[in-house]
């Protein structure tokens, strides 16, 4: 059973058993679609100001918390008996600042994830969203569900500690993976016409398998040019923050998973490194927001299996 509802005033974020952290644009037209129906989440969910001041000070001119002078939008909902709050992100790792943090400080997307996990008090917390496969075998709204997030760090938070560090939470409830194959049907007339076949739950369980945070834009492609191939089995710019923070904190940790799908899968080496950037964003733009809601799809069946005997 899924219901929504809009609880909470200005100030933190309302309690709930799970938590469910998106980004982008299109990943969060892709929850809302699967999981707040109804309600969008740019115009109908709650605007999160809590603490904006404080935390934005650390965040660079034109990022998009700026911008939209809030940490994010949330709304809430039950997925059997779990109160769930669905928050989506307007900090982000990549684009809040490009300073590394000080000796002993924190980035301001550390922040917010140490304040809306405060808030939330979560049994569980999921990031989910779009991710580039890594590998010549993905496709895409293949879903990757990782109990492990990892740094690739080769730019600006290179000489970090935590630069090549992997973090890992508790294996996932897998029972209701075959309802969530079942649902991608719904959705397959939106993805690629090229695919060779229909999308598949990927639990990762390795390092090797695991989803790899970067602190920049790349993406595999057949040479390998940025060096992905083997550290995980999709790249994103953001999930291994949320393990770094459990890491250190001396608070209860709540189980952590990483939901990503694949937006667009590996791209052939043709033509300039700049022609091929263009083809991965070119299918992310025609396919992201669709492929998206298969991982939202499974962000539900992870929290119903934790609501059911």
């Not at 300073?99 to 140490?114: F, I, K």
């Not at 970090?160 to 309802?179: H, I, M, Y």
Request: aromatic share 8%; net charge positive; hydrophobic share 40%.
């Amino acid at each position: 059973m899924l219901n929504t509802a809009r609880t909470g005033v200005a100030g933190a974020l309302p309690k709930g058993d799970a938590l469910v952290v998106t980004w982008t644009v299109d990943e969060g037209h892709a929850l809302r679609r699967v999981l707040t129906p109804g309600k969008d989440s740019r115009d109908d969910w709650v605007a999160h100001r809590h603490n904006f001041e404080t935390i934005s000070k650390k965040m660079q001119k034109g990022c998009p918390a700026l911008q939209a002078g809030r940490l994010g939008t949330y709304w809430t909902g039950t997925i059997g008996t779990k109160r769930v709050v669905y928050f989506k992100s307007d900090s982000h790792l990549s684009q809040d600042t490009k300073s590394a943090p000080q000796s002993g400080q924190t980035l301001p997307n550390e922040d917010v994830w140490e304040q809306i996990i405060a808030e939330v008090q979560p049994q569980i917390v999921i990031t989910t969203g779009t991710a580039g496969g890594i590998g010549q075998d993905c496709e895409v709204g293949d879903v990757v569900v990782s109990p492990i997030a990892a740094f690739d760090c080769l730019k600006w938070l290179r000489g970090e500690p935590f630069a090549r560090q992997n973090f890992k939470s508790a294996a996932p409830t897998t029972k209701l993976f075959s309802v969530a194959k079942d649902l991608f049907k719904a959705n397959a007339e939106r993805l690629p016409p090229d695919n060779k076949r229909p999308p598949k739950i990927i639990r990762a369980a390795s390092v090797q398998k695991a989803v790899l945070t970067t602190d920049f834009f790349g993406f595999d492609t057949s040479n390998n040019h940025y060096g992905l191939q083997g550290l995980g089995s999709v790249s994103e710019m953001g999930d291994a923050v949320l393990g770094r923070v459990r890491s250190r904190t001396t608070a209860e940790v709540p189980t952590w998973l990483a939901v990503r799908n694949v937006s667009e899968p590996q791209i052939q080496a043709e033509g300039t490194l700049k022609d091929q950037a263009k083809v991965a964003a070119s299918i992310y733009k025609g396919f992201g927001r669709w492929s998206s809601g298969c991982s939202a799809i499974v962000c539900w069946a992870l929290i119903a299996a934790g609501s059911t005997e």
